[in-house]
């Protein structure tokens, strides 16, 4: 008889029934007929922001080679509208939701996780610390370790939800800032965000993306993440989420045999709407065909 | 937003710019309505990385069309495509024109690759014995690709181009106003193409008071409604309204869209 295969990960208190969930900006309840979405490991639907917010300039994605730049600017229409409509649409499906929180403000970060923490339907909070802390001097909150370690703290102080540090890959030492999450009481960490990019179409000079700079996915960051995912793994024993240019089965397991628990599946999606699922599929072939029963004995097992 | 592998039929070069591709879409469950679109997959290669939207062309009962215009990495690998393969496409996407079957006679108002999203108007609105007008502006005499297409729907084509020195909005507008209104009483505008030819029809539809419609171009990511990237701005009452070009177009009520 066949043995059942583990496919259970642990993101601090939430057990997720697999590790395979959408990226931030790359999901919507608009894609329920491309997929079922009872089969994901977590639900997570675009980042929020606590007032309604009209998004960048266009264009505001560009292609380039092996992947793209986006530039959206968290269109938004506000936490209010969050609650009262998008949390709603997904009442129906089984999995979690992480609720992604973009910010200005330390402040703001705490008033928006506090809300969120009280609302039953949500069952963890991913800060996105990769948006500019606009109170601070614009840098992003995730590029200072002293600024990160506040902002999970206080979050951490009104909330018992876990908490997801998404951290940004523009940083010199993104061990450093794992640290400071980590010892500010957050529970996970995505490594990473989009890493700030920018392409020029040499025929007209201008920029191809509208707000100038832009953030790069795709197949082509996968490298660096699952370098930061390695890096990050030696320094911290929190739980990571891989996230960055996984487009197949073989580099969601290529991030979780660096260190990550759990990945998160954004561009793909646009290629393949159904790569959510796909991956999921084919992670579990892996499994069986190398005779593992437990994902999490994959975790961080690279040899090196 | 369903995905088919499907078989490509033809896909030739029509013009020095423009290819003509004819794919099986008889596996396809819903119809497909003029405007509408299909996220195609140019190659299966990380380059070009991103889906293109293509209108479609023509709508038959087993087959779709598409005429594409060859401007970039993508549509360049499209080219290589050949008959027999099949492509990876999503679709049919987005909210189609309205064609209303008590209408009699429609202005189509097209330019450059905009003329392939309008003939599929033309050819339903024949089916409708709806008579259409249109004006197709281009480049070139040869970049006319779809004329001789709308003349077999009986259609009455105006042709203007920069080679003949009479593609301006000028011009464009005399011809509506002097040539085309002075005939027929128009029921509808359609558009596509050209943001300059956009607002001259747009000013059109609200100086005669005659209704109009518009499908928009514009950069996607996912063009399933999640990532935001292919908004525009509509008039709601007094208010603009950022909508997703996707999924609520890229069809819109001509005199509401924000012309950029």
């Known amino acids: 008889m066949m043995k059942k295969l583990n496919t259970e990960v642990k993101i601090g208190t939430l057990t997720l029934k697999n590790p395979v969930m959408p990226a931030s900006g790359a999901f919507g309840v608009e894609m329920q007929d491309a997929i079922d979405f009872n089969q994901l490991g977590a639900i997570l639907p675009k980042s929020i922001t606590k007032y309604p917010q009209p998004g960048n300039a266009k264009p505001r994605v560009c292609e380039t080679t092996a992947g793209m730049i986006n530039s959206i600017g968290i269109q938004s229409k506000g936490i209010d509208y969050f609650l009262s409509t998008i949390i709603p649409s997904f009442d129906t499906f089984e999995p979690p939701l992480i609720a992604s929180i973009s910010a200005d403000s330390i402040e703001e970060f705490v008033e928006m996780s506090t809300i969120l923490g009280n609302n039953g339907s949500v069952s963890a909070l991913e800060l996105n610390i990769s948006c500019p802390n606009l109170k601070g001097d614009g840098s992003a909150f995730g590029m200072d370790k002293s600024v990160t370690n506040k902002l999970i703290s206080e979050v951490r102080q009104v909330t018992e939800l876990p908490l997801i540090a998404k951290l940004t890959p523009n940083v010199t030492s993104i061990q450093e800032i794992a640290i400071a999450a980590e010892k500010g009481g957050a529970d996970a960490l995505n490594v990473a965000n989009t890493l700030l990019a920018m392409a020029i179409d040499v025929d007209s000079k201008r920029p191809l993306i509208g707000n100038v700079m832009g953030g790069f996915s795709g197949p082509a960051v996968k490298p660096i993440i699952v370098r930061m995912i390695y890096q990050v793994a030696q320094v911290s024993s929190l739980p990571i989420i891989g996230c960055g240019g996984i487009m197949n089965g073989r580099d969601a397991l290529e991030m979780i045999i660096a260190g990550a628990s759990a990945v998160q599946v954004g561009t793909a999606s646009f290629i393949h709407p159904t790569a959510l699922t796909d991956i999921l599929n084919e992670i579990e072939t892996y499994l069986i065909e190398h005779d593992i029963d437990d994902i999490n004995e994959l975790v961080g097992s690279v040899i090196v | ?260």
């Open chain 2, 1 to 260: 937003m369903k995905q088919y592998k499907a078989p490509v039929l033809l896909n030739q070069q029509v013009s020095n710019r423009y290819w003509h591709m004819i794919v099986n879409t008889s596996m396809l469950d819903q119809s497909v309505e003029p405007g509408q679109f299909f996220q195609i997959r140019c190659a299966d290669k990380y380059t070009p990385f991103l889906r293109r939207p293509l209108s479609v062309y023509r709508i038959n009962e087993h087959t779709t069309e598409f005429l594409y215009l060859v401007k970039g990495k993508g549509t360049t690998e499209m080219t290589t495509i050949e008959q027999g393969d099949t492509i990876d496409l999503m679709g049919p996407l987005g909210n189609g024109f309205q064609i209303d079957s008590s209408m009699k006679t429609i202005l189509l108002v097209a330019r450059g690759v905009g003329v392939a999203t309008l003939a599929a108007v033309a050819q339903a609105a024949y089916n409708k014995q709806i008579h259409c007008v249109a004006i197709l502006s281009a480049r070139t005499k040869e970049d006319l690709l779809a004329a001789e297409f709308l003349e077999g729907f009986g259609a009455d084509v105006y042709k203007v181009t920069e080679e003949d020195g009479t593609s301006d909005v000028t011009n464009v507008q005399s011809i509506i106003t002097n040539e085309i209104f002075g005939k027929y009483k128009i029921d509808c505008i359609y558009t596509c193409g050209s943001r300059r030819l956009s607002k001259l029809a747009q000013e059109m539809s609200t100086n005669y008071d005659i209704p109009g419609q518009i499908a928009l171009e514009e950069h996607m990511g996912c063009a399933m409604g999640a990532c935001f990237a292919c908004v525009c701005d509509v008039m709601d009452g007094d208010v603009t309204k950022s909508v997703r070009v996707c999924i609520e177009g890229p069809v819109f009520p001509l005199r509401k869209v924000v012309i950029e």
